[in-house]
């Protein structure tokens, strides 16, 4: 207990040497008063939303926010794409530039397909061969089986939306970089904050401790529901991986049970 208030105390002095004096309820000077409101859940865009000592709280930390807010957030400032309104024109912008090596190399960028106003998003790691010869996202033998998987529980591939987290065939297939997931990452970000998904689910280990920054196995990720900024996400293992081992189809079969069971749920 005493060393719980010493610590209270020293994150009390950190906050102070950073914000100056504490000002518990009262906000600051030039902040508008507080809009009178009869839900006092509904978030005013034009109200910045502060803490216990006056500062502002970090959008992405923000539960009060809506999740595409919070996710938007996380874009850099000088990212181009970051106040685009639409998937056509973010897809434009990403087709026409290159921002690492990977992107100068590739036949097309693969973008995403599916429904702009999807509730279900499937996030995969990067196009392959297939996929960048088309311009689109799981063509190949992984994505066929993808089709029959999302089939069997009554989804079709038009009703979902579908991307990875590169956007350019890394060679060899190898596993995306720290560079190019860098580089990348935002994108897959602000398609999320413009299709507002009830759920999210991860295909494969790569792709799941990258959205959700683990570096788990995909046996600790499947079969729960993880938070994403407010948008629940679960994780299976990948197509491909699938088609490697077949003692791997009867979880993925658990997962997507689970999955259909709270996109219902989600969506009713
Ligand atoms: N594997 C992926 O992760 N994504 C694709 O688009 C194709 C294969
Ligand atoms: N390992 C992976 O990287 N992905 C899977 O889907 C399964 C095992």
Redesign the pocket.
């Known amino acids: 207990m005493r060393s719980l208030l010493q610590d209270l105390r020293r994150a009390l002095e950190h906050e102070t040497s950073l914000h100056g004096p504490l000002v518990p309820l009262d906000r600051p000077d030039d902040a508008p008063p507080p809009a009178a409101s009869d839900d006092q859940d509904a978030h005013d865009p034009t109200m910045p939303n502060y803490d216990l000592f006056g500062n502002k709280v970090d959008p992405t930390e923000d539960a009060s926010l809506p999740p595409s807010e919070r996710i938007e957030a996380l874009i850099p400032d000088d990212a181009p794409y970051k106040n685009m309104t639409s998937l056509e024109e973010v897809e434009a912008w990403v087709d026409a530039h290159e921002l690492v090596p990977i992107d100068e190399d590739r036949e097309h960028a693969v973008f995403g397909v599916g429904d702009p106003d999807a509730d279900l998003v499937i996030i995969g790691e990067a196009p392959g061969a297939d996929e960048d010869k088309q311009g689109e996202p799981f063509v190949g033998r992984a994505g066929k089986l993808l089709d029959k998987i999302l089939e069997a529980i009554n989804f079709e591939r038009e009703d979902v939306y579908i991307t990875n987290i590169l956007k350019s065939r890394p060679p060899r297939n190898r596993n995306p970089n720290a560079e190019e997931v860098e580089a990348h990452l935002p994108i897959l970000y602000k398609q999320i904050a413009l299709i507002q998904p009830k759920i999210i689910l991860c295909?494969?280990?790569?792709a799941a401790n990258t959205l959700l920054d683990r570096s788990s196995?995909?046996?600790s990720l499947r079969g729960k529901e993880h938070d994403f900024y407010g948008i629940p996400v679960m994780a299976?293992?990948?197509?491909?991986?699938?088609l490697r081992?077949a003692n791997?189809k009867r979880p993925t079969w658990e997962d997507m049970k689970l999955l259909r069971t709270r996109y219902d749920e989600l969506t009713d």
């Open positions: 295909v494969g280990k790569v196995a995909l046996g299976t293992y990948h197509p491909a991986a699938l081992n791997w």
